[in-house]
């Protein structure tokens, strides 16, 4: 889609419309939402996902509240891709600890 068309929603919020298809019941054109933030001084846009698949705007403000927070904190990820990191490392250290517990199956008919 080389010629998108980003409509503001709300400072933060953009959207922009699937050409064919439709969601609604007033059956308009499906939305696709980001949210545009700055982390260390870069700006970032970083995909929420499509209205019909239950991202709202008001989810979009609650997300980019979330964010803004933890950027004025300091306190949790300061943006998706931050958030999505701390959880693949809490994933793959499980998983690590998991395989560590596992006792080998060797000889076990001995």
């Known amino acids: 889609m080389a010629n998108e068309t980003w409509i503001k929603a709300e400072r933060g919020i ?10 609604g019941v007033p059956r308009r054109p499906d939305r696709y939402f980001v949210i ?26 609650l997300e980019l509240a979330k964010l803004r927070e933890a950027k004025r904190t ?19 250290a499980e998983k690590a600890a998991r395989r560590a517990e596992e006792v080998p199956r060797r000889n076990h008919l001995i």
């Open 14 to 23: 953009r959207y922009r419309e699937h050409p064919t298809r439709k969601h």
């Open 74 to 92: 300091g306190k949790g990820p300061r943006s998706l891709t931050e958030r999505r990191e701390i959880v693949d490392g809490k994933r793959r």
């Open 36 to 61: 545009r933030i700055a982390v260390d001084a870069v700006m970032r846009q970083e995909a929420l996902g499509w209205e019909s698949e239950g991202i709202t705007l008001e989810k979009a403000r």
